[in-house]
């Protein structure tokens, strides 16, 4: 039997972004989703929570989701898995994005896997499905456990908007073409936690987000 997901969100960065701790309720196995920087917050929740940390999972390759992946990977000694290769120009360039951004100490990084369309992922007993969801950065990915009815979306879907398209390799036809034809397709029901603000279900963005309407 597949796990029960359990996620807790530690905002990161100036940008507040939504770095997820995600574990099984019953295993206390776990991994960290786009750790942006602001470590020693994201490491004192991981004790606070008693979760052993089994790898860290990029949504995609902008600083405020990857600036701290290569530190923590080496603090944790554990793997990093995402995003799409499409975003390694971006995670090589995090130390210059770091510092035009104010960030210190964002350093480039190569993950121990790249994630595409239609690969697994497992997190313990926990198991997510990815989509390559392009549009925001050419290598977002989603990852979606179809068990739970749970998805975490990275900067691709937010509650009542989308991911901004107007940086380098971004493209709004094509983010929303994504959105629309692989992650509403995964069913209203499916909760999800975005990269920054609050969480929502693909139902109400369907039905309610300016962006998605006709």
């Known amino acids: 039997?597949?796990?029960?997901?359990?996620?807790?969100?530690?905002?990161?960065?100036?940008?507040?972004?939504?770095?997820?701790?995600?574990?099984?309720?019953?295993?206390?196995?776990?991994?960290?989703?786009?750790?942006?920087?602001?470590?020693?917050?994201?490491?004192?929740?991981?004790?606070?929570?008693?979760?052993?940390?089994?790898?860290?999972?990029?949504?995609?390759?902008?600083?405020?989701?990857?600036?701290?992946?290569?530190?923590?990977?080496?603090?944790?000694?554990v793997p990093i898995e995402g995003p799409h290769e499409a975003d390694r120009y971006l995670l090589d360039s995090l130390p210059a994005t770091g510092a035009n951004y104010g960030l210190e100490g964002a350093r480039a990084v190569t993950p121990d896997r790249w994630l595409a369309d239609g690969d697994l992922v497992t997190v313990g007993e926990l198991a997510f499905d990815i989509l390559h969801a392009p549009g925001h950065s050419p290598g977002s990915v989603v990852f979606v456990s179809r068990d739970?009815?749970?998805?975490?979306?990275?900067?691709?879907?937010?509650?009542?908007?989308?991911?901004?398209?107007?940086?380098?390799?971004?493209?709004?036809?094509?983010?929303?073409?994504?959105?629309?034809?692989?992650?509403?397709?995964?069913?209203?029901?499916i909760a999800f936690i975005p990269g920054h603000g609050p969480t929502s279900t693909l139902g109400e963005e369907r039905l309610t987000n300016p962006f998605l309407q006709d």
């Open 148 to 189: 739970a009815r749970f998805a975490l979306v990275g900067d691709v879907v937010f509650k009542g908007s989308v991911g901004r398209t107007d940086l380098p390799g971004g493209s709004h036809d094509q983010l929303i073409r994504a959105i629309k034809e692989k992650v509403l397709p995964l069913g209203d029901d």
């Open 1 to 77: 039997m597949p796990g029960t997901p359990r996620a807790g969100i530690i905002p990161v960065t100036p940008f507040q972004q939504n770095c997820t701790l995600i574990w099984s309720d019953e295993t206390k196995v776990g991994a960290v989703v786009d750790p942006g920087g602001d470590l020693d917050r994201i490491v004192a929740a991981i004790a606070a929570q008693g979760i052993t940390i089994e790898k860290i999972l990029l949504t995609h390759g902008h600083i405020d989701h990857a600036g701290g992946a290569d530190e923590l990977r080496e603090r944790l000694a």
